[in-house]
């Protein structure tokens, strides 16, 4: 039943995308990881310990903020989210068949990757404190930090030097520290479910955590493309992207566009 009510509520809130299908992996995204999350805090709440309630509300906190921030900045920046969609797919072309392909992909994806908490869940009040639920959580909200400063970051030089590249605060260490985040955020959520995980359920969270990887790498690709078409005849931004890697700190990857394989 669980599994259900949890499948429902990604497969409702994501249906935002049917108004426009970016939405499907953008703000739907955001909000149905809350509303899972928050689902989660409901369906288990007799017997929740604190674990669980810090991590199900680092996940509804994040979602929110997410989609929040999302919805504000195409509202703000329509043009934005037109260059974004023109990168992704064109827009016409885009049939209610593929709609529904994508509508029924995310939603299984978003559940696939909050399983972890689910797992932990189902077993109650035996799932409280241990090493790979602190280091889970510790990840989870340094990734969140790191997502909430590099938007802001990022908002704020833009408002100061419109045309210019950003390269200051975490943008001085990797290229998309808000991917990184992201990165750091799930690797967390896996972590703590770890102690949960038997038999299937590890083929569930690892695929969950892989395909975020794969799709946190795909938008760097993008953002990688779209800086090079903006600013490839800036001196300052080759240096600088000779220097800074473009996703994961200290390992010298500074470029993934000839990964074809990455283009989604």
Not at 133 to 150: H, K, N, P, S, Y
Not at 165 to 193: A, H, K, M, Q, S
Not at 196 to 215: D, E, F, K, S, T
């Amino acid at each position: 039943m669980h599994y259900l009510i949890l499948a429902l509520v990604s497969l409702a809130v994501t249906a935002i995308g049917f108004a426009y299908y970016i939405h499907f992996f953008s703000v739907g995204y955001g909000f149905a990881i809350s509303g899972i999350a928050l689902a989660l805090f409901i369906l288990f709440f007799p017997i929740l310990t604190l674990p669980n309630v810090i991590i199900t509300m680092l996940l509804f906190l994040y979602g929110l903020r997410l989609g929040g921030y999302l919805l504000y900045r195409e509202i703000k920046t329509p043009a934005y989210n037109k260059r974004v969609g023109g990168e992704i797919k064109d827009k016409k072309s885009v049939s209610i068949g593929s709609k529904i392909l994508l509508w029924l992909s995310c939603a299984i994806l978003y559940l696939c990757m909050t399983s972890p908490v689910l797992f932990r869940m189902e077993w109650g009040p035996l799932m409280s404190w241990d090493v790979c639920t602190i280091i889970g959580i510790v990840l989870m909200v340094t990734g969140i930090t790191f997502e909430v400063l590099a938007d802001y970051q990022k908002l704020t030089a833009k408002k100061k030097t419109p045309g210019r590249f950003v390269d200051t605060g975490l943008y001085r260490f990797v290229r998309c520290p808000n991917y990184l985040g992201e990165i750091l955020l799930w690797t967390g959520v896996f972590l703590c479910g770890c102690p949960a995980m038997r038999g299937w359920q590890w083929i569930v969270a690892v695929i969950g955590l892989l395909l975020i990887y794969y799709v946190m790498f795909s938008g760097a690709r993008r953002l990688e493309l779209r800086q090079n078409k903006s600013y490839g005849e800036d001196p300052e931004y080759q240096n600088y992207v000779k220097k800074v890697p473009i996703i994961l700190p200290f390992i010298p990857l500074y470029s993934v566009v000839k990964y074809k394989f990455l283009v989604a």
